[in-house]
């Protein structure tokens, strides 16, 4: 995911979340028949809606220019606003049987007729001539038109950012953050999140083996019972990282296990980015029930499956 592969069973469960310069990406299966039933319905509904405060709800809306199956809307960010000063750009685009949805907020001072409205009132909203409306426009139309689905055995061969279900083909650049949940479907309660982030940084007398000391004071905690089993410096393709395996008590108050290998956290950037793995046995995720009674795997086993998917992680080929 990402700019990276990791190998997982075949039959994980998975969830995940892409956010490129501000737009968010999700994908959802359906055929090209649905995604035009769905698209005419919700340009119908946007047309008939009328906000409470009597704004203007869509400002614009048609085809992704050059993109077939697609469509874009402008709008208030919430329909029943009780002002006019922010708006969503939604671009939906239907590609390979899966329907992709991109949205950004913006600001737009210059046109807001609250600002004329609440002049010279307490309310006054600061007279700053703010529209950022076209420019995160054109970015959803721009990602909008590349962006294609992708199925989950596929591997791209160029430049760009898997996510699930697509791919966003794009040079390496900062503005990336990337997370994705695999738990296994016989056993939800052991799951792996792998997240990359280009911008997220942190100090170097923070990064994971620093901390080891507050993570030794932390874990004596009686609530916690936790025990460090491993930790180190780690090299997993060419990656340099760092290491933790944690036993103890788990949000869900069982025993279980935390398992993390963390790199360029104080050194992120496009061609590096923050990278953290984690591996939960015994803990809440989406895939879990309310509630836990023992973790799936004993601690041998824990650390056996641990072992390897964690070597499996890797950057993908010209991912860069």
């Known amino acids: 995911m990402g700019r990276y592969l990791i190998d997982v069973p075949d039959d994980a469960l998975s969830r995940g979340d892409l956010t490129v310069q501000g737009v968010t ?3 959802k299966r359906m055929s090209v028949d649905e995604f035009v039933r769905e698209m005419n319905a919700y340009e119908a509904s946007l047309i008939a809606k009328k906000n409470m ?3 203007q709800v869509l400002y614009d ?25 922010t708006r969503a750009i ?3 685009k239907w590609d390979a049987g899966y329907e ?10 210059v046109h807001s007729t609250y600002k004329l ?3 010279n009132t307490p309310y006054a909203v600061p007279d700053i001539p703010i529209n950022d409306v076209p420019e995160k426009t054109r970015l959803v139309l721009s990602f909008a038109a590349s962006v294609r689905g992708r199925a989950d055995d596929e591997i791209p061969g160029e430049p760009g950012v898997c996510f699930k279900d697509g791919f966003l083909p794009r040079k390496a650049a900062v503005g990336e953050d990337v997370s994705v949940l695999f738990a296994l479907k016989d056993k939800t309660d052991v799951s792996f999140t792998l997240k990359t982030d280009t911008d997220l940084r942190e100090l170097p007398k923070d990064t994971l083996l620093n901390r080891l000391p507050d993570i030794r004071s932390e874990i004596k905690d009686p609530n916690t019972n936790g025990h460090i089993i491993r930790s180190g410096a780690v090299d997993v393709s060419s990656i340099k990282a760092e290491e933790l395996l944690l036993s103890g008590t788990t949000s869900a108050r069982i025993p279980g296990h935390n398992f993390t ?5 104080a050194t992120s950037g496009a061609l590096t ?3 953290v793995l984690d591996m939960d046995n015994g803990d809440f995720n989406s895939f879990t029930a309310d509630s836990l009674k023992k973790a799936s795997l004993t601690e041998s086993e824990a650390i056996a499956l641990w072992d390897i998917v964690s070597r499996t992680l890797r950057p993908r080929p010209n991912a860069f």
Do not use: C, M
Request: hydrophobic fraction near 35%; charged fraction near 25%.
């Open 90 to 92: 939604e671009a939906y």
């Open 261 to 265: 290998l963390q790199a360029n956290t």
């Open 61 to 85: 809306h048609g085809q992704v220019p050059k993109t077939p199956y697609s469509r874009y809307f402008v709008t208030l960010s919430d329909l029943d606003d009780t002002a006019d000063l």
């Open 117 to 119: 409205k609440v002049q």
């Open 25 to 27: 990406f999700e994908t």
């Open 100 to 109: 992709i949805k991109l949205r950004i907020e913006a600001s737009d001072w």
């Open 273 to 275: 980015p923050y990278l």
């Open 53 to 55: 405060y009597g704004y």
